[in-house]
């Protein structure tokens, strides 16, 4: 797994878009107790049920793998002249 620029900020937006996804979907938004990690590992397993995303096999699912695809989602959502894609 190559480290991408900007993942922690690509992150943020990959959890705010993917949130907005899930309640159009028709998930109850995610309430201000839950931790990053849960919504992390509820998005990631959202977006490859809906095969938006690539699972990564078992053996290697973990958190930080779960928010370098959700990264690397987000990022291929953004226009290419957008500063977090610089």
Not at 26 to 42: L, P
Not at 57 to 64: G, I
């Amino acid at each position: 797994m190559k480290k991408i620029k900007n993942e922690a900020q690509l992150l943020k937006v990959a959890l705010r878009v993917g949130e907005n996804y899930a309640v159009k979907q028709g998930y109850n938004a995610f309430s201000t107790t839950d931790s990053s990690k849960q919504k992390i590992e509820a998005l990631y397993r959202l977006l490859v049920h809906d095969k938006l995303l690539t699972a990564v096999p078992v053996e290697q699912e973990n958190l930080l793998m779960m928010k370098h695809k959700l990264a690397l989602w987000v990022a291929s959502k953004l226009p290419d002249e957008h500063p977090l894609r610089q």
